[in-house]
């Protein structure tokens, strides 16, 4: 049996040399190619989770001591129970707390509820007084409404809907408490510097089955209190 190599007994010489010559190739370009290549085909999925996160089945929904303003550090125990989303709370942007929680107290009638902070607070109107749960939590069938005002750069101005009974009634309120307060002093200072906070429109029906009213706060941001006549 020949033992010659297949390329002698074709006739043919085959080389890496002549490989490289025939298609005009040398080493430098293959390793310059090679630099720009991938390192591996395992393409991976990009990182969704903070690092070191250990993922668990679900439990059920946090319910925390009723302040949602706690520490982060604070101990966090979840509760036994079916997963169940309850309400939303918009969050606006202001440039003065003080400011926004002024015109939210006198003139929409909100309530500050949970520990004071810098950069935010928890306002709410309506709902019944929250009653002790278990686990020592705070619940209640009616939250009413809840709105965080938050101080935070490169936020613009939004625009929510809070639904209402008898959107006529809370324009009055409104009206009297805001005319109240831009009341002059001299005819020079007003009893509050509200800034741009006005009523954009008296209650009107809407196309859609409402009846609602605007009202800007200090900082633009445009609340529609809207009553349902569906």
């Known amino acids: 049996m020949d033992r010659a190599p297949l390329s002698a007994r074709r006739g043919t010489s085959f080389s890496l040399g002549t490989l490289l010559a025939d298609r005009s190739l040398n080493v430098a370009e293959l390793m310059s190619d090679a630099a720009t290549l991938p390192k591996t085909t395992n393409m991976r999925r990009p990182t969704i989770l903070p690092p070191n996160t250990v993922v668990r089945a679900p439990l059920a929904?946090?319910?925390?001591?009723?302040?949602?303003?706690?520490?982060?550090?604070?101990?966090?125990?979840?509760?036994?129970?079916?997963?169940?989303?309850?309400?939303?709370?918009?969050?606006?942007?202001?440039?003065?707390?003080?400011?926004?929680?002024?015109?939210?107290?006198?003139?929409?009638?909100?309530?500050?509820?949970?520990?004071?902070?810098?950069?935010?607070?928890?306002?709410?109107?309506?709902?019944?007084?929250?009653?002790?749960?278990?686990?020592?939590?705070?619940?209640?069938?009616?939250?009413?409404?809840?709105?965080?005002?938050?101080?935070?750069?490169?936020?613009?101005?939004?625009?929510?809907?809070?639904?209402v009974h008898n959107a006529d009634a809370l324009f009055d309120e409104i009206a009297t408490k805001?005319?109240?307060?831009?009341?002059?002093?001299?005819?020079?200072?007003?009893?509050?510097?509200?800034?741009?906070?006005?009523?954009?429109?008296?209650?009107?029906?809407?196309?859609?089955?409402?009846r609602e009213f605007r009202v800007v706060d200090p900082d633009e941001n445009v609340l529609v209190f809207c009553e349902e006549r569906l």
């Open 61 to 163: 929904r946090y319910q925390g001591n009723g302040n949602d303003d706690m520490d982060e550090e604070s101990e966090r125990k979840p509760s036994r129970g079916p997963i169940e989303m309850l309400h939303t709370i918009p969050c606006l942007p202001v440039t003065s707390l003080e400011l926004a929680m002024n015109f939210y107290a006198k003139v929409l009638g909100f309530v500050r509820r949970g520990l004071p902070h810098a950069k935010q607070v928890r306002m709410v109107r309506g709902g019944k007084a929250p009653r002790m749960g278990p686990r020592g939590t705070f619940v209640s069938s009616s939250p009413g409404v809840n709105i965080i005002l938050r101080v935070e750069d490169g936020m613009r101005p939004t625009q929510i809907w809070i639904v």
């Open 178 to 210: 805001l005319q109240h307060y831009s009341l002059t002093m001299c005819d020079y200072f007003p009893l509050e510097n509200f800034l741009q906070a006005r009523i954009e429109e008296k209650p009107h029906n809407t196309a859609w089955g409402t």
